[in-house]
């Protein structure tokens, strides 16, 4: 769809319009428990490199736990483990023995798969979800007993599927995956678009897998597959970002503006995009018509549409990021009309902080790392302002 030239001094009053009305809350919550000033980018930063640091120092600490239960085990010298040497086992030996896996054991009988993972071809990588990973998943895909206990053909069939997104298809070690973004295609069977791809982002000492899962433990070489240890259990997407957008109930007026301005359909298609997404609260703060769904779906000024329109893609990169993804400050650039169309990054762990030029805040993105089948979904707390 051709994006329509937007006349300079409507877009310039839109713009100032909706810079007034943010411009009248000073701060914002960084996190549920306090408030951040309107030049705190040092201190985010500061909690960002923080929670970065404690959690490769949790890494670490579980990495110790892990290789101690291994070596008792197994009955190898942990310094095996830890650096990396080829271990005469193969992968369901290992998980089936190993405290931290029992979930995962269960899922992988339960779904007939046990035997390929014991074969000494099977010389591919495995994501493994420890047990407190299928903890955070409803039942009965929550734990050993659960899983052990389910009869229902059509969720053991979701449950394969489940797994073989976890595995790839050769021997991957982490020195090998590229640093920054990435992604790599799974053994999942392919069902809607990019349903069978995992996104990388390797930075900062951590790797994390679609945004949110971290691996807590890489290269656990074994004799028939490397594994990375996972604390979560990997989620293929199922919904396009226009999906995802309708079924949030608190985020109508962005679905109003994406049909008021005919981009719905842009967010139905194939693609990658990263979509920052603001809370029927953010656009609430805005002036009328553009602060309810019901005022926006009004509008017939065509120059007022064209100027949403470049105001929604303000709020859209053309390429998927993850919250490790933005860095400290980094600047992407948008699809709207340049020059006024690059916004400022700030990464954050399972949530992420983005500044429009003339936003006095970071706006705050959570839910972030939404994955969606043509691209990821961070909800935030701002409208964001070129």
Same mark, same amino acid.
């Given at each position: 769809?051709?994006?329509?030239?937007?006349?300079?001094?409507?877009?310039?009053?839109?713009?100032?319009? @909706?810079?007034? %009305?943010? *411009?009248? $809350?000073?701060?914002?919550?960084?996190?549920?428990?306090?408030?951040?000033?309107?030049?705190?980018?040092?201190?985010?930063?500061?909690?960002?490199?923080?929670?970065?640091?404690?959690?490769?120092?949790?890494?670490?600490?579980?990495?110790?736990?892990?290789?101690?239960?291994?070596?008792? #085990?197994?009955?190898?010298?942990?310094?095996?483990?830890?650096?990396?040497?080829?271990?005469?086992?193969?992968?369901?030996?290992?998980?089936?023995?190993?405290?931290?896996?029992? %979930?995962?054991?269960? %899922?992988?009988?339960?779904?007939?798969?046990?035997?390929?993972?014991?074969?000494?071809?099977?010389?591919e990588t495995v994501f493994a979800p420890i047990d407190a990973a299928f903890a955070k998943l409803p039942a009965p895909f929550n734990n050993a007993a659960n899983i052990n206990a389910i009869t229902d053909?059509?969720?053991?069939?979701?449950?394969?599927?489940?797994?073989?997104?976890?595995? @790839?298809?050769? $021997? &991957?070690?982490?020195?090998?995956?590229?640093?920054?973004?990435?992604?790599?295609?799974?053994?999942? +069977? &392919?069902?809607?678009?990019?349903?069978? #791809?995992?996104?990388?982002?390797? $930075?900062?000492?951590?790797?994390?897998?679609?945004?949110?899962?971290?691996v807590l433990i890489p290269d656990l070489v074994l004799s028939n597959a490397v594994v990375h240890v996972i604390d979560n259990v990997l989620a293929f997407p199922s919904q396009n970002i226009a999906q =995802?957008?309708?079924? /949030?109930?608190?985020?109508?007026?962005?679905?109003?503006?994406?049909?008021?301005?005919?981009?719905?359909?842009?967010? *139905?298609?194939?693609?990658?995009?990263?979509?920052?997404?603001?809370?029927?609260?953010?656009? %609430?703060?805005?002036?009328a018509p553009f602060n309810t769904a019901a005022n926006i779906s009004a509008i017939t000024d065509q120059t007022q549409i064209d100027a949403l329109a470049n105001i929604l893609k303000y709020h859209v990169?053309?390429?998927?990021?993850?919250? @490790?993804?933005?860095?400290?400050?980094?600047?992407?650039?948008?699809?709207?009309?340049?020059?006024?169309?690059?916004?400022?990054?700030?990464?954050?762990?399972?949530?992420?902080?983005?500044?429009?030029?003339?936003?006095? #805040?970071?706006?705050?993105?959570? +839910?972030?790392? =939404?994955?969606?089948? /043509?691209?990821?979904?961070?909800? &935030?707390?701002? &409208?964001? *302002?070129?």
């Amino acid at each position: 769809m051709k994006t329509k030239i937007l006349k300079t001094g409507l877009y310039f009053l839109l713009s100032c319009f @909706l810079l007034t %009305a943010c *411009q009248k $809350e000073e701060t914002f919550n960084r996190n549920g428990n306090g408030k951040v000033s309107t030049d705190d980018g040092t201190q985010l930063k500061a909690d960002a490199q923080n929670s970065i640091n404690q959690t490769v120092a949790a890494n670490t600490a579980f990495g110790k736990n892990f290789n101690t239960a291994f070596s008792k #085990t197994f009955n190898v010298n942990s310094q095996s483990v830890t650096n990396k040497i080829s271990l005469p086992l193969n992968l369901i030996t290992v998980v089936s023995k190993l405290p931290f896996f029992s %979930a995962l054991t269960a %899922a992988v009988v339960k779904t007939g798969l046990a035997s390929t993972l014991a074969s000494p071809d099977f010389k591919e990588t495995v994501f493994a979800p420890i047990d407190a990973a299928f903890a955070k998943l409803p039942a009965p895909f929550n734990n050993a007993a659960n899983i052990n206990a389910i009869t229902d053909q059509s969720q053991i069939d979701a449950l394969k599927n489940i797994l073989l997104y976890h595995v @790839l298809g050769t $021997e &991957v070690l982490s020195k090998q995956i590229a640093s920054g973004r990435s992604s790599t295609t799974t053994l999942k +069977p &392919v069902g809607s678009s990019n349903d069978n #791809t995992v996104y990388l982002s390797k $930075e900062y000492g951590l790797l994390a897998l679609n945004g949110n899962t971290l691996v807590l433990i890489p290269d656990l070489v074994l004799s028939n597959a490397v594994v990375h240890v996972i604390d979560n259990v990997l989620a293929f997407p199922s919904q396009n970002i226009a999906q =995802i957008a309708v079924g /949030n109930s608190g985020l109508t007026v962005l679905v109003a503006a994406l049909v008021k301005t005919n981009l719905v359909g842009v967010f *139905q298609n194939a693609g990658d995009f990263t979509v920052f997404a603001p809370t029927d609260a953010a656009f %609430a703060k805005l002036p009328a018509p553009f602060n309810t769904a019901a005022n926006i779906s009004a509008i017939t000024d065509q120059t007022q549409i064209d100027a949403l329109a470049n105001i929604l893609k303000y709020h859209v990169i053309a390429s998927r990021y993850f919250s @490790l993804d933005f860095g400290f400050f980094g600047t992407v650039t948008t699809i709207a009309a340049a020059p006024n169309n690059t916004l400022i990054g700030l990464l954050g762990l399972n949530r992420a902080y983005v500044k429009g030029d003339q936003n006095k #805040t970071f706006a705050y993105a959570y +839910p972030a790392n =939404i994955l969606a089948t /043509n691209g990821v979904v961070h909800v &935030v707390n701002q &409208v964001l *302002q070129p």
